[in-house]
């Protein structure tokens, strides 16, 4: 019986057993027995309570066991319907002691064994109290044994927090235990996030993968998906963003080390501090070093502008592979990465297995291998970059070691901020930075730009070359190796008021090029075959210039009142040509010699230049060997200029010494020189002159220019007196005026003055030849109107004195007015003509008016021939350049006269011819009627003169008429001066014997 109501009693009496074994513990249970059989007990509504508060229940819980077994504790399962308990969890997610009352041991105590069939869980709901706060969790779990089990668990939102930490979160997760290893499967829903530092809303967590947080080194193995709205922390804040990672995340002693595959799609990443982001797009650009570098210094700040862009703000699109570990970091790419902000993108691609990045925590250095394209500011692209620098965290560069790359761009490179222009470049870029003390850059390639250079402004500069740049703290040297060695620049601006335009070169490799010191910049350029154009701006006046060798070398000092230029230049076989200075067509060959010029803050530019052997070519002068020195500013300078040979090409004189200075000043030139005729005992010529606008004047003054016979002539200086004059002798002194102007012909008169001057002339000599000529015109030679000369004697057989010409000088020649020279009471006298230079013929007419026989014959024939009666005639004179020729002269006395003969000879002819005898003794005392004779032939050949009279003398033959007819040949003058009876008279009488009438 006992035993049939314990067993019919079973129930109540195992829950009150069950309750007053809890209380014993201090535990106060409520609970209803509905089951129990030797295999099996269910119990519902199970409610426990300490110190009045509830920690457990479940709606029913099933516990299946052997009979014997649950006697020692022993349940083969369990199963929970909806449990209901509240776990402490530490900071490594484990279940500690209190969850239980005292006495009932951290999750379930006891010699209690896990039930060897397993435990699960149905619809359990736990509070979970966390470092972090509480959470409220739904889990349904089916456990096998500790090694093997299935549960899902569901987070209730909730917000958690701790210290400075704030979060709202939710989730949901599958988690399987599968013969110890654990794999999780679920998601995150993070709305939002709070701390210092990091703030992020939207996050959601989506993950699939295995995590171990049983080892002192928690990790996890798996794939990860992360998305959200925002996030920002203090290095970055980043919008719209989605990140996968598929690999091993695991804590270590640097934080996390990961090694995996990931792919990340950003918004938009901002890094916040902009003295970072300054200080790391200076230090990715190579500003430090390319700001202090010619050319590239002018675009370094578009490419650091850019740079800072990216950091700025830029949508990020990439995926490749990461590891990170005690070693440091390396980062791959599995295709291109597209940074894109909003003026540029940048896109790095993979280069074969190297690293994007890569960071050596040991030796604290990042590398970076890539190639790269940059869409602005023109298109720039990286081919085989290669990037090292120190960094003591990985993310900041603390000093840019090395880089090297090919650089290049599409389009042209134009610099809002200057006039900086860089055509489509292909360089070698290699940069050594690893020693602060001498930072290296070295540029290798070819160069198409415009832009500021030292000293003034540049446009269209080609070059091909390479630069080495050497960079110390207070020193930088800039080296230059030309490769094809030519230079060229459409346009060069000065600092001055000259601008070159059109220059070619070849350059010579220069070391350094360019160094500077402190506020001291020193520039030194060796070129060869250099040509350009100079224009000065204020009046467009420009030079030629070509030269085979320059060396220029310049030191640009900045001080307090500004930049301050020193430049010397030594050229060699320089020519320079001009149409402005000093006037068109000139061209100087300046030869060896060298130019300086210095350029103070607000002063003028000031210079000199030195040309020993300079020759010079202008439509006014010709110059040889020439020394120049000039020296002062553009607008005042002083030319003085020595030795060689100079030839007035505006007419006939020779190549003169000039020696002489030349003042510029207000746009005007004014100078005095002096000039030396060759074979005139070195007689001065005094030239006073003034330009201005390639216009000007110029006064020539000649004191006293000496001719001899064996030393300078005339003729020597005009062309058009050769083979007219010979054996001057004398002096000539002159004042010219000249005036001339750009495109228009040149203006020159003044006077000459011709002192006691001899000469010898076809006709004959001329002595003591004196005028003054004032003359409306130098060049050509024109006098203003008649002119008169005195002639102290002419002899162009016999001798004239004291004769008076009037004359005219025009361009084509000489128009004589009269020239007369008196000869007993008549005159010798040349009719008007005009004597042109260029003509093949010119004729005058010589001419006698009522000249005294006797003073015509005046001891002619030894005095043995005296004749009386009025003379007239004329000699038409033909001149064919030296040769001059009498056509039908005439001369005749028409009025008789009378002729004394007295000749030793006249008994001999007597005696060899009665009726010669009696015409030689008639002629002793001839009464004649008409006298005549003809003239022709050239005055210095052979000519004949025929003369023919008539008459008688009363004492012979009783008075009776004689008719002569004389024929004599010879040279004219020649006759006048040598005659005599035997050679002549008596000869040509004795002819005309048979011919003579006696009446």
Known sequence: MAAYWVWSNRMGLLEKFAIDTLSEEGVQAELSWDELSKTHLVLSNVRLSYDGERFFSSDKIRAEYQWRDLLDGLV???????????LTLNEDWQIVDGWLPPGMGAGGGGNSAFPPRGISVTDGQFTLNTVYGPADVTASADIQDLENLTTEVELAPTTWTRDELSADISGQSKITIDKGIITAEGALDIPTLRHPSVDASGLYVKFNGIPDLTKDQRQFAGDINLSFDSLDMAQAELTGTALSWSGRAAEADIGVDLDGRWQADIEALRLPDPVRNRNLAQSLSLTPALSRTPVAQHFVPDLEAQLLDLFTQSAISAKGALRRDEAGVRIELAGPATIRARKTVLTLSPRRDEAVYQFDRDARQISAYFDGA???PAGLTVKNGRFVAKSFNGWRIDGVETFRALVSTTSTWRNAASPARLGPIKIQTDYDGRSFAHRKVKLSGAVDYDGPLPGGIVEGLQTTGQMDVHLRPDHLAVDFTPSSGEIRASKVETATDWTITDFTGKAAK???????KGEVATILSELSDVSMTATRSSDGATLGIVSRDITLKGTLANTANGLQQDWDGVFQAAIVKSDDIPGPNTLINLGNGNLSAKLLPSEPLSFALKAPTA?????LIQAKNIGLDVSGTPDNYTLNHENGLVKLTANDLPPMPLKGSVKFQDGVFKGQTVAYLPQANNTPINIDYQIKDSAGTATVDIEALRFRPN??????????LRGKVARVDGSVSAKINLAFAAGQPMKSSGTAKLNNINFGTAPGPLTGVSTEVDLESVLPLKTRGRQTMTVDMFDPGLPLANGVIEYELMPEGVKVYSARWPLGDGFFSLDPFTWKYAAQENRMTLRLEKVDLGAFINNLGNGALKATGDLEGAFPIVIRGIN??????????????????????ADATKEVNRFAGAAMEALKDFRYQELFAKVNGPLDGEILVGMKFEGKNEK???????????????ELFNILRNFNSNEHIKSSVARQTGKAVIE
């Open 76 to 86: 083969e399962r369990l199963e929970f319907t909806r449990p209901d308990a509240t």
């Open 374 to 376: 940059l869409t602005q």
């Open 510 to 516: 220069a070391a350094p090029i360019y160094e500077r």
């Open 615 to 619: 020759q010079i070519r202008s439509p």
């Open 711 to 720: 030393g300078l002539q005339p003729q020597s200086l005009v062309p058009a």
């Open 884 to 905: 001059v020729t009498v056509e039908d002269g005439l001369i005749r006395v028409p009025n008789g006269g009378r002729i004394q003969y007295a000749a030793a000879e």
């Open 956 to 970: 012979v033959l009783s008075g009776q008429p004689f008719a002569f007819d004389v024929t004599i040949e010879g």
